[in-house]
């Protein structure tokens, strides 16, 4: 399993963009990279998921160098209720796969 | 939108006493997963389970813990002699592809 390594924690304030990066030097060619968002005392959810190049979707947008070897997950105009854990893993994209969680990175949202 | 539901949320028990953790995994969803996490650490898997067998476990999951699938709808977790350091929150999850699904969770409170 590739090591990640992310910021301990974030801090912004409402309407900003916020970036997260995630280094994962040790990527394997069939690794996908996800991020997951916890809420307190609520489970994790998925946010996002990409292989290479640039993946958006409603809530994010994922970046991915040529060289797969870090990542940056993109929150536009973070609001309040954005204030969470944001996990970063990387892995091998299979059903039945066990997620492997860091300690994450805790973004603070603030008015 | 379905979801991934947990009985109970909070589970109060004593030192020694077996506890039965239930979870209803989405309808469609082919493996289903339990972690667990220790108040203000990370989310740490337990066990993946797929067509009525374990798939894969972690070191975590030794001895005291069971799990099955009783009916075509329940998943359970089963610690037959808690410990005091089994207290956290135990998160069922479930795929049927490569997004985990995960529940809100059981708090689970050893004295």
């Known amino acids: 399993l590739a090591k990640t390594t992310q910021p301990i924690s974030m801090d912004s304030y409402e309407g900003q963009e916020v970036n997260i990066t995630c280094s994962h030097n040790?990527?394997?060619?069939?690794?996908?990279i996800t991020w997951y968002q916890q809420f307190p005392s609520q489970g994790p959810r998925f946010i996002i998921q990409?292989?290479?190049t640039k993946v958006t979707n409603e809530v994010a947008s994922l970046f991915i160098p040529a060289d797969r070897k870090s990542s940056t997950l993109s929150l536009p105009r973070v609001s309040l209720s954005d204030t969470a854990v944001y996990y970063c893993?990387?892995?091998?994209?299979?059903?039945?796969?066990?997620?492997?969680f860091g300690k994450g990175t805790t973004l603070s949202v603030s008015s | 939108e379905p979801e991934v539901t947990q009985t109970p949320s909070h589970q109060v028990t004593q030192m020694g006493q077996e506890v039965i953790l239930r979870c209803v995994p989405i309808s469609n969803h082919l493996y289903f997963y339990w972690y667990r996490q220790i108040l203000g650490q990370k989310v740490e898997f337990l066990v993946s389970?797929?067509?009525?067998?374990?798939?894969?476990k972690s070191e975590i999951f030794d001895d005291q813990f069971s799990v099955e699938r009783p009916d075509g709808s329940n998943f359970t977790l089963k610690i037959r002699s808690t410990k005091l350091e089994d207290s956290a929150m135990y998160f069922c999850?479930?795929?049927?592809?490569?997004?985990?699904?995960f529940g809100p969770g059981t708090r689970l409170t050893v004295l």
């Open positions: 893993l990387v892995g091998y994209n299979q059903a039945g796969t066990a997620l492997i």
């Open positions: 990409g292989y290479k």
């Open positions: 040790n990527i394997a060619t069939n690794d996908y």
């Open positions: 999850a479930s795929t049927s592809y490569n997004e985990q699904f």
């Open positions: 389970f797929y067509n009525n067998e374990i798939s894969e």
